[in-house]
């Protein structure tokens, strides 16, 4: 839903930025955006005289958009602070009352991955990212993604193997299972590195 909205965002910049540039080249563009302003004026003129207030209002139709636009932007913000979401360089935090409080870093994790991935012929590489978010308490838990990229001419079935012994390593280390999103694809390493060759 996030990159939906980001790509409406973007398309709906870019077209303003393409008309705004064909305005001040086109003059046939800046007559019909002066036209197409003109009556977007005229229409709020005429709905601002359906609900006349005291001055210095003059309408409440010039508090009622505000306040509406207030209102959306303070539900968005309502609605993101309720996520928890975000990444995050802790991917496991214990307290204890005598021992204190015991924190797991993320480059911690992704260390012990490179390290276990020393030597293996079907990834070339690795990246593992923690983020927050909600349990069905409310409470702000963490949970992790690995991406792994394959070798070219590497077997799927290997890397996911590859992949569940990771994770398997990751919970050890953690001493509790985590939610962990496993992703496998291809990058530059990927295309940069020797094929994988039988024998």
Request: avoid cysteine.
């Amino acid at each position: 839903m996030n990159r939906t909205f980001l790509a409406l965002a973007g398309v709906i910049l870019i077209g303003a930025g393409i008309l705004v540039a064909a305005a001040g080249l086109s003059a046939d563009v800046r007559t019909g955006w002066t036209a197409v302003a003109g009556s977007a004026l005229t229409a709020w003129q005429a709905l601002r005289d359906t609900a006349p207030s005291p001055e210095p209002l003059g309408s409440w139709w010039s508090l009622a958009v505000p306040a509406v636009l207030l209102l959306a932007a303070l539900t968005t913000i309502l609605w993101l602070a309720r996520q928890a979401g975000g990444r995050t360089r802790t991917a496991a935090r214990e307290d204890d009352p005598e021992l204190g409080a015991t924190a797991v870093e993320v480059s911690y994790l992704a260390a012990a991955v490179e390290a276990a991935l020393e030597g293996n012929r079907s990834v070339v590489g690795s990246s593992l990212t923690a983020w927050r978010r909600r349990g069905s308490k409310n409470a702000a838990r963490t949970s992790l993604r690995l991406t792994l990229q394959a070798r070219r001419g590497a077997s799927p079935r290997e890397v996911a193997d590859v992949a569940e012994e990771l994770v398997r390593s990751i919970d050890a280390l953690l001493g509790h299972h985590t939610d962990v999103l496993v992703r496998i694809g291809t990058g530059t390493r990927t295309k940069l590195a020797r094929a994988l060759r039988a024998g």
